[in-house]
């Protein structure tokens, strides 16, 4: 059974960059049929789409983040890894990684969540 | 960007009860809409696929429905395990975007 583990810093200072990482186990990142997508969730409030990224590299970013947000995955390694850049206490969130089910593009497995404040 | 509105924003409700929530898309999504599941500190949970597709694992009392702008998510008999916030998403066209939520209580 595929499981998602999300990892970073729980605590990142405004204008530096977030780097987090996805960590597939129970599974290829590569298996086919699916995709990696980041989620976020700001503090009591809804689910905001981030960005995905294919096995091939392949990537869309949310317009709103494009310019500040990258996506790298590691087929060697099973990570997929999102950096956010100059971050401001809007980016205060759970941050959650998926796998995407390519024929109907829904997230199926998500992992736990990390949560990430912004605050000097 | 296509927008999702749900409603209720919340619901009260009692065991045994049957429940529906709507979403409505600002365009039409065809039956790209999947229906979510969350409670507090966990992450969201598939339970209905492109519009009426049960997830594997997910109790038949779930169901859903609709196409186009329109769609419902049904709970045929509440149970205590189902009081949560419901989310749906579409995934017809990126940014993916999901709505607001719906928070059902007791």
């Known amino acids: 059974q595929v499981q998602l583990q999300e990892s970073g810093p729980g605590l990142v200072k405004p204008s530096q960059t977030l780097s987090l990482t996805c960590t597939v186990s129970g599974g290829s990142i590569s298996s086919g049929g699916h995709y990696w997508s980041w989620i976020r969730q700001h503090p009591g409030k809804g689910l905001e789409w981030i960005a995905y990224i294919y096995d091939t590299g392949s990537t869309s970013y949310n317009p709103s983040l494009k310019s500040r947000v990258s996506l790298s995955i590691d087929t060697s390694k099973n990570q997929v890894s999102l950096t956010l850049s100059s971050v401001t206490a809007a980016d205060t969130a759970v941050y959650f990684c998926a796998r995407v089910v390519h024929l109907g593009d829904y997230p199926d497995v998500w992992g736990q969540g990390t949560k990430v404040t912004v605050s000097s | 960007d296509i927008q999702m509105t749900q409603s209720p924003s919340s619901l009260s409700a009692s065991v045994g009860d049957r429940v529906t929530i709507t979403c409505r898309a600002s365009?039409?999504?065809?039956?790209?809409l999947n229906w979510y599941q969350q409670k507090p500190g966990k992450a969201p949970h598939l339970l209905i696929y492109t519009a009426s597709n049960l997830q594997s694992g997910v109790p038949s009392r779930f169901g859903g429905s609709g196409s186009g702008t329109d769609f419902t998510l049904t709970i045929s008999s509440l149970q205590p395990e189902d009081f949560a916030t419901y989310y749906c998403?579409?995934?017809?066209?990126?940014?993916?975007?999901f709505g607001q939520g719906t928070k059902l209580e007791i």
């Open positions: 998403q579409q995934s017809y066209s990126t940014p993916y975007t």
């Open positions: 365009q039409s999504i065809r039956t790209y």
